[in-house]
Nanobody, 133 residues
Framework: QVRLIETGGGQVQAESSLRLSCEASGFKFSEGAMGWFRQAPGKEREFVAAISGSGRNTYYPDYPWGDSVATGRFSISRDNSKNTAYLQITSLKPEDTAIYYC????????????????????WGQGTQVTVSS
């Protein structure tokens, strides 16, 4: 069965950086789209980033999302030789505090579905990121 294990979260100071990892198993990793979402207390799970199976295509929120997209604080990547996807976050802010989840669509998804919670059947358990000012 599909398994996704996130690591790399923790409690950090504002302006620091983190790299979250998501190790996947149970499907042909190089064919699956991978996504990162986050959920803060009392809020809905929101799309952070996604990447195609080959890694050639990356996706970020279209709408203004603070200044995160414009300044490139979030960056998704993958290493298909390690069956692992990554989310690099720089210049962390207290408002980035949330549980970060990785998700997999072994079928590859589409440019629309990879941005949606409903586009993924498989989820990891999440890793907590807490940013203090």
């Amino acid at each position: 069965q599909v398994r996704l294990i996130e690591t790399g979260g923790g409690q950090v100071q504002a302006e620091s950086s983190l790299r979250l990892s998501c190790e996947a198993s149970g499907f042909k990793f190089s064919e699956g789209a991978m996504g990162w979402f986050r959920q803060a207390p009392g809020k809905e799970r929101e799309f952070v980033a996604a990447i195609s199976g080959s890694g050639r295509n990356t996706y970020y929120p279209d709408y203004p999302w603070g200044d995160s997209v414009a300044t490139g604080r979030f960056s998704i990547s993958r290493d298909n030789s390690k069956n692992t996807a990554y989310l690099q976050i720089t210049s962390l802010k207290p408002e980035d505090t949330a549980i970060y989840y990785c998700a997999a669509d072994p079928s590859g998804g589409s440019s629309v579905s990879v941005r949606q919670v409903t586009g993924y059947r498989h989820w990891g358990q999440g890793t907590q990121v807490t940013v203090s000012s």
